[in-house]
T-cell receptor, first 113, second 107 residues
Framework: EAGVTQSPTHLIKTRGQQVTLRCSPI?????VYWYQQALGLGLQFLLW???????NRGNFPPRFSGRQFPNYSSELNVNALELEDSALYLC????????????FGPGTRLTVT | GQNIDQPTEMTATEGAIVQINCTYQ??????LFWYQQHAGEAPTFLSY????GLEEKGRFSSFLSRSKGYSYLLLKELQMKDSASYLC????????FGAGTTVTVRA
């Protein structure tokens, strides 16, 4: 069974630009979660999508947004990039049958210069 | 809101036992997770506790006391490959992670 996949692996952007990160959940999983992990810091919850709808969002500004597609894959969009957006962005998925366990993808390393 | 506290660093010798404590305060509670994260890699699931007591899974065990808002992860027979960051996470409607405990295993 394929795990959670994310693309791209690495990304370098300049301040003010926009970026889109992509995530494909494990087959059969309907929930997708996005986390930000800045260097030396813990995981910070960004967004939760389930069945195509945004269920909750963390304490991040509106320039962080996303969506979930009918096939349950998801995109995370970050507008007007700032230097402090440099981080590892992790996507995780879960299903109602797997309980609350979340399976993480390998992450996208975003560097903003 | 959420408040998850765990020690920043711990060091132990190969073959020894290490206990990583975690205290949490959440507005709701649907369970406590432990994840392992090696440097530069994604977190991997270790354990999930929702009822009080000890869950044992090989060399790793996890304990939960809901009344005390307390959990620990016990790593036995430490191996060099266990050197990693261990993340405690409490679930209400979302997972809230602690900052992680970096465990260094020395020969």
């Amino acid at each position: 069974e394929a795990g959670v996949t994310q693309s791209p692996t690495h990304l370098i952007k300049t301040r003010g630009q926009q970026v889109t990160l992509r995530c494909s959940p494990i087959s059969g999983h309907t929930s997708v979660y996005w986390y930000q992990q800045a260097l030396g810091l813990g995981l910070q919850f960004l967004l939760w999508y389930d069945e195509g709808e945004e269920r909750n969002r963390g304490n991040f500004p509106p320039r962080f947004s996303g969506r979930q597609f009918p096939n349950y894959s998801s995109e995370l969009n970050v507008n007007a990039l700032e230097l402090e957006d440099s981080a590892l962005y992790l996507c995780a998925s879960s299903s109602r049958t797997s309980g609350y366990e979340q399976y993480f993808g390998p992450g996208t390393r975003l560097t903003v210069t | 809101g959420q408040n998850i506290d765990q020690p920043t660093e711990m060091t132990a010798t190969e073959g020894a036992i290490v206990q990583i404590n975690c205290t949490y305060q959440t507005s709701g509670f649907n369970g406590l997770f432990w994840y392992q994260q090696h440097a530069g890699e994604a977190p991997t699931f270790l354990s999930y506790n929702v009822l009080d007591g000890l869950e044992e899974k090989g060399r790793f065990s996890s304990f939960l006391s809901r009344s005390k808002g307390y959990s620990y992860l016990l790593l036995k027979e430490l191996q060099m490959k266990d050197s990693a960051s261990y993340l405690c996470a409490a679930l209400d409607y979302k997972l809230s992670f602690g900052a992680g405990t970096t465990v260094t295993v020395r020969a």
